[in-house]
Structure formats: structure tokens, C-alpha cells
């Protein structure tokens, strides 16, 4: 029998579909404070609308800000068990545009827009009886959502959680993720702290994730599907410790908060093999909803030329990984190299990433 919680129908709930390319008005219903840099914002959907989305999944919020459209990827921490409401959960970075806003702005009522859940770090992506969950700071949200849905299913599943944070005041979500384990046996929960901080009582592991630790608290890590999220040097490093210690690469799954700086509407055309010189074979694209169309050349990818044209379109990572671009292409074609940003069953159904996609004949979108 199919494990529900690694099946992605599990969480595709017909009544309550939010397509990543639609962006829905979310109000704040609470706020709660997580840790001293960290909050969690409550929102529901303007009507009572129920929400669908696959645990680990993200959303792309964005704000005015000065007079500036300011939009960022946040992952939503709670889980798609519980429809009613959705919650992200922000640290705030310094001197960062978005997080700093969120928190000294969001409250009850406060209204703000996003496009609809998207991203393939997912249970879906990696079925397994075994699970290993490991994040530092911030990258929690994700693994945390997983948590609480394979519990909210009753389902008993075997997952260490291997959480790193600076200190014990620094871990996010630590009382629950230990009502939890109270809850489930086979759900263990470690923190690796890098100095015991202002806990001088602190009892648990001090220092960084290396084998040693990894060994004395999961010694089967080479059977378990790992997911991992956080920053990049902490990834790279327990990703290098893993393939050393003979976990099988293919079992294991990064999800980054840190795009790359992403493509601006004055970006030069690159060159792209086999595209027409740019400038030369002229396509049109026209966007089926809105009713707006604009032309362009092979050579770009059509979300750049999409913002040259003034035209908008939802857009994260520029970089074929978020999936926020994800549009229907209705009729002709198009070459996208992507990395890692659309499922094969995605593509089969049409659709395809407009940051890492450029046409090869005229156009049809749906949006
Ligand atoms: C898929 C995904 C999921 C995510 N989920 C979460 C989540 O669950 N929780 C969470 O907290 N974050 C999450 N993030 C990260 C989030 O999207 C933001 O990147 C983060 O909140 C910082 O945004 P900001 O606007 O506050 O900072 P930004 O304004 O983007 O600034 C980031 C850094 O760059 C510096 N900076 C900004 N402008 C300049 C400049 N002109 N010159 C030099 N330095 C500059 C800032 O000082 C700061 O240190 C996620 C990201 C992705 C891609």
C-alpha cells in the first residue's frame, strides 16, 4: 500500500487549490513569538477559503515597501493538515527589507498578497519508511511542517530531526517539537547548540553536526531518507559528511533560502546555443487571462523579456529551482533548462518555468 504521507495526492485538496501563479490577499489572524529574533504570522485566506499544499512547500509574499513591490519565498511552517489558517515563520535578518518589515508591521488584520504554495522539497520527492531531518536556524520551517503533518496523520513515522542552533535561546519551535515527542515514539528530537549561550544548565551537544554525533544518535543514517535545510556552509558540510560516511546521494534532498541575486529587467541577452540571434526571429507572447501580449527574441527567457515589456509575472529564484514562474504553456514550444524547480508530471501536463524557458515558436500562456 501507497505511504500517504510520501504521496503528493495525499494533501491535493480539490475544494482548496491555490495555484502558485494566483496571488490571494492572506490576513494575519496572530503572531506569536518564537524566539528573540523569530516570529511566527498566522493568516488566514479572505473568505474562509480552506488551503492545499504539500508539507515543506513555500509561498512568495510580497509588500509594498517605500513605494517599492518587494516580494521573498517563505516557507509555511504549518502543516496542510490543518487547512484553516497558514502560518510562516520569519527571522528577522539584518538589515533585511522583508523580515524587518514583517515584524514590526504584522498583526492582527494586517492584509498582505501571495502567490500560491509552491517548491518540490517535499516528502513527495523522496518516499521512505526512514527519515532524517536536519536544519540550523531558520531552515526548521520546512522539516517542521513535515512533522506536524506526519503526526496530524496518526501515521507513527520513524524521523530523527537533528536541529543546530547557536545557542538554546536560538531554538526555534523547541517546546512543541518536545510535546511532540511526548506524542510520538518513534520521533526523535536532537539540538546540537554551538555554545550553551545564557543556559548555563544546557545538557545537550555542544559544538557543530560532525560523525561523531551523527553516529552516537542515528547509526542507521545510511538507511533514511535525508532532507536537509539551512545555510549553504552548514548544507555543503554535512552533505560532504554524508556521502563520506556512504549515505547514497540520491536519498538526499537540500532546500536553500538563499537565491542567488536574481535577473534584472536591464540584464544583457545572453548568448544561448542554438537561439536565434537576438534581435532577429521575432516571437509573440500573449498571455491568455489578462488579455497582454509582447514580442521577443530567442535569445532571452521569457520572463525577462516579460519584465522588459512592463508585463508582470510571478517570479522568486530566476533560476529554474522555486517553481514560483510555473506557467501552462497553452500552445507552442519552448527550451528550459531548469534546476530542479518542476516535476516531470508537471512538465507532462504543460507546464513549464518561464525564468529558464525560452520559446522557440510564438506563444500561448496561461496566465
Ligand atoms: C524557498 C525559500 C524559503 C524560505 N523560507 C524562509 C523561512 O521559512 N523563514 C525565513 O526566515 N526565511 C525564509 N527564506 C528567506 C527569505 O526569503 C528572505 O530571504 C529573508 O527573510 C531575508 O529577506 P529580507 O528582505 O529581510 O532581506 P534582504 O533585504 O533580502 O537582505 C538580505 C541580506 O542582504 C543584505 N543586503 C540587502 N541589500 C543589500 C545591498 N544593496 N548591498 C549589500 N547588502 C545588502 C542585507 O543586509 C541582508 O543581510 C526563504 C527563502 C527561500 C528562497
Not at 536544519?135 to 524521523?159: H, Q, Y
Not at 536591464?266 to 509573440?284: I, L
Request: hydrophobic letters at 35%; a neutral charge; proline letters at 7%.
Amino acid at each position: 500500500m501507497p505511504d500517504p504521507f510520501c504521496s503528493a495526492s495525499t494533501w491535493e485538496r480539490m475544494d482548496a487549490q491555490w495555484p502558485s501563479h494566483e496571488q490571494r490577499t492572506l490576513t494575519c489572524t496572530c503572531v506569536r513569538a518564537e524566539t528573540h529574533d523569530v516570529r511566527t504570522f498566522v493568516f488566514s485566506i479572505r473568505d474562509g477559503q480552506l488551503l492545499s499544499f504539500e508539507p515543506g512547500q513555500f509561498i512568495t509574499v510580497s509588500v509594498e515597501i517605500d513605494g517599492k513591490e518587494v516580494s521573498r519565498c517563505y516557507t509555511i511552517s504549518s502543516p496542510p493538515t490543518r487547512p484553516y489558517t497558514l502560518s510562516i515563520t520569519v527571522k528577522r535578518t539584518p538589515g533585511g527589507v522583508m523580515s524587518n518589515w514583517l515584524h514590526e508591521n504584522m498583526r492582527a488584520g494586517v492584509e498582505l498578497k501571495a502567490f500560491g504554495p509552491s517548491g518540490v522539497f517535499t516528502p513527495s520527492s523522496g518516499p521512505a519508511a526512514k527519515s532524517l531531518y536536519l536544519s540550523a536556524g531558520s531552515g526548521v520551517t520546512p522539516l517542521m511542517s513535515m512533522t506536524r503533518a506526519a503526526l496530524d496523520l496518526g501515521l507513527n513515522r520513524d524521523i530523527v530531526f537533528i536541529h543546530s542552533a547557536r545557542t538554546p535561546v536560538d531554538i526555534i519551535f523547541r517546546n512543541e517539537l518536545a510535546s511532540m515527542c511526548a506524542l510520538s515514539d518513534k520521533l526523535r528530537v536532537v539540538y546540537v547548540c554551538e555554545a550553551p549561550g545564557s543556559e548555563p544548565g544546557w545538557s545537550g551537544p555542544v559544538g557543530r553536526l560532525g560523525m561523531d554525533l551523527l553516529m552516537e544518535h542515528v547509526p542507521d543514517y545510511r538507511d533514511r531518507e535525508v532532507f536537509i535545510c539551512g545555510p549553504g556552509g552548514y548544507m555543503d558540510a554535512s552533505r560532504k559528511m554524508l556521502v563520506e560516511g556512504g549515505h547514497d546521494p540520491a536519498r538526499y534532498h537540500q532546500e536553500s533560502f538563499n537565491f542567488a541575486q536574481t535577473v534584472e529587467c536591464t540584464e544583457e541577452p545572453v548568448a544561448y546555443p542554438g537561439a536565434e540571434p537576438a534581435g532577429q526571429a521575432g516571437y509573440t507572447v500573449q498571455l491568455a487571462r489578462s488579455g497582454r501580449s509582447f514580442s521577443m527574441d530567442g535569445s532571452q527567457t521569457v520572463l525577462v523579456a516579460a519584465r522588459k515589456a512592463g508585463v508582470p509575472m510571478p517570479s522568486s529564484c530566476s533560476q529554474g529551482m522555486c517553481g514560483t514562474c510555473k506557467t501552462k504553456v497553452l500552445e507552442g514550444t519552448v527550451d528550459m533548462k531548469h534546476n530542479g524547480g518542476i516535476r516531470p508530471r508537471e512538465i507532462d501536463k504543460g507546464m513549464r518555468l518561464m525564468c529558464c524557458s525560452r520559446p522557440t515558436s510564438n506563444l500561448v500562456l496561461d496566465l
